[in-house]
């Protein structure tokens, strides 16, 4: 709640009330009892029906303990969760997360797990996505894997100098307490990633254009509010509910106006083009986007904006919420810092720079703190656009989703030995670091893995033929940003024994109260 501006603020306060959750279920069980004979096959009935609408109301307020639970039951087998908008089944064996990974799209989708997220019709200017994917092409993930990740090494260099000086300036802007500034870190890394990502998506002229950057900042909450309101919504009044929030939202269609005339000259430059002109040539995430689309029918404006609006949710939210948990981990544990800076003080970082690639230590770091507070703790989500059932002969019915527990599979000591111990280079190789600096830490892995790999027992970047296509970009922006703050300040949390977190269903946000002091290593 913390992270939310002060306006979403008092409507999440509303609706999280115990007595909103009460009262659906009061007045249903009133009415049931009126119309229904009270003998006593229809209590018990009434009892189970009024214990499994109240158990799916509090997934809201303790999603990720509910799915922790059911995994410690469930012996590896499939168990079912009850949230108030949907029915989930949790897999977490590899058998069947390949089924998963395996069934067509026309069956399991990933895209229209992601609608009922997002609610696009009222966050994203009415944007009318599909449930199928790839109805439209599936042309955004070779724009994200392969060319955003290619484009890397122009970028690198200048999101550094970016980063290193914006960093500074907002760290200006916070209050001194007793001679040292305070920052709260969650807004600010929020910030950082906002200008970054538009940067990288958009080009310097929107990064600099500081009313794109506020409203894109703001885009991000305002989606995450009003598809929540949506979805809690009986689905009778959500239509009129949604039209008005979103015709009183201004985010999205600032965002929406902004890109629309640069994507209908990157159109106009394209017709040119096949018609044999010179036209200027661009390297940003609008240019990918139009190139990808369908040949045999190529996107209009419009549908590119759309596009971007939802990639750019995406990117900014588990990116900035995984950097502040890693910085969080980081002041818990001092002992890192040193090894960390020789890393990336050396020749090392001029390699990264160049290729997006290496840099072990500060990727196992991230890993590591990825696994222990991931920003999900529900991954792999497929929504059951037709009757699905496992080879054990668990069913999904239509609108049920699929999904994996990704924080629980990720905290099973089967999979991580002391898997609530952070050991921050738990999947570097030990032989990179010097035999008297490798003594002081423990390598509990059999042996080494990647930020980037997505596996049976790391599901943060979801699994198989869906895995996060911005997962190569989203790792090298995590490595400039905290190297740039590793390199420069040395850094300490200002109460390290408060909680740092909420939880809202399965995710977990950082606190905005959170503070950190960084200190300037030049001072
Ligand atoms: C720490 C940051 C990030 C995390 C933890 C993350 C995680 C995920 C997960 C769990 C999925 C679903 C995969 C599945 O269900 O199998 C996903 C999909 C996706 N992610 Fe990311 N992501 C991150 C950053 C990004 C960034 C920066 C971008 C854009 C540059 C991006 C673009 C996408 C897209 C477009 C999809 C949909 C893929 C498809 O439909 O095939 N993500 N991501």
């Known amino acids: 709640m913390d992270a939310l501006p002060s306006f979403w603020k008092g409507i999440v306060q509303v609706i999280v009330k115990d007595t909103y959750v009460l009262i659906p279920v009061i007045l249903a069980s009133c009415v049931l009892c009126t119309i229904l004979p009270l003998t006593e096959k229809n209590l018990l009935a009434l009892f189970v029906l009024t214990k499994d609408r109240y158990q799916a109301w509090c997934y809201l307020l303790s999603g990720p303990s509910i799915i922790q639970d059911g995994y410690d039951k469930s ?19 590899p058998k069947h997360i390949k089924e998963l990974d395996s069934a067509p799209d026309t069956v399991l989708s990933l895209q229209a797990a992601s609608k009922q997220m997002l609610q696009p019709r009222y966050t994203m200017h009415g944007f009318n996505w599909f449930d199928r994917r790839g109805t439209e092409g599936v042309g955004f993930v070779r724009a994200l894997r392969t060319m955003l990740t290619n484009n890397l090494p122009q970028l690198l260099p200048d999101l550094g100098v970016m980063i290193r000086a914006r960093f500074a300036e907002i760290h200006m802007e916070h209050p001194l307490v007793s001679g040292k500034r305070h920052s709260p870190v969650y807004p600010m890394i929020v910030k950082l990633t906002v200008l970054t990502n538009a940067f990288s998506f958009f080009g310097k002229d929107l990064a600099k254009n500081e009313e794109f950057l506020k409203y894109a900042l703001a ?24 039209s008005i929030i979103a015709s009183r939202l201004q985010s999205h269609k600032v965002i929406f106006n902004a890109l629309l005339p640069v994507a209908e000259e990157r159109c106009r430059q394209r017709d040119l083009a096949l018609a044999g002109q010179a036209v200027p040539q661009h390297a940003d995430c609008i240019q990918w986007i139009m190139q990808t689309s369908p040949k045999d029918n190529p996107w209009t404006p419009k549908r590119i904006v759309h596009e971007l609006m939802a990639i750019w949710f995406g990117s900014v939210h588990a990116l900035s919420t995984t950097i502040t948990f890693a910085i969080q981990d980081l002041c818990m544990h001092s ?69 994996t527990p990704v924080r629980a599979i990720m905290q099973d000591p089967r999979h991580y030995p002391s898997p609530l111990d952070f050991n921050g280079f738990r999947f570097a190789d030990p032989a990179i670091l010097d035999p008297e600096t490798s003594s002081k830490f423990r390598f509990p892995q059999p042996s080494p893995s990647r930020l980037i790999d997505a596996n049976e027992t790391y599901h943060v970047w979801g699994t198989g033929r869906m895995a996060c296509p ?34 809202w269903r399965s995710s977990m946000i950082p606190k905005g109260s959170t503070k950190v002091v960084f200190i300037p290593r030049n001072q």
């Open 75 to 93: 012996d590896g087998q499939p168990y079912e969760v009850f949230a108030p908008d949907s029915r989930y089944l949790f897999v977490s064996s």
């Open 219 to 242: 885009y991000i909450e305002d989606t995450i509010v009003c598809a929540e309101i949506m979805r809690v919504l009986p689905s009778f009044i959500a239509p009129a509910i949604g």
């Open 335 to 403: 002992d890192y810092v040193e090894p960390l800076r020789k890393e990336l003080e050396g020749a090392q970082y001029t390699e990264f720079e160049k290729t997006s690639r290496g840099l072990p230590l500060l990727d196992s770091f991230i890993r590591e703190s990825a696994r222990l507070t991931p920003v999900e703790s529900q991954s792999t989500r497929r929504c059951a656009l037709q009757p699905f059932t496992l080879s054990d002969g668990s069913k999904l019915n239509v609108g049920d989703w699929a999904c």
């Open 470 to 503: 911005g997962r190569y970009y989203a790792a090298a922006v995590m490595k400039v940003i905290l190297a740039q703050i590793i390199v420069n300040y040395d850094c300490d949390l200002v109460h390290s024994d408060d909680s740092r977190w909420i939880t």
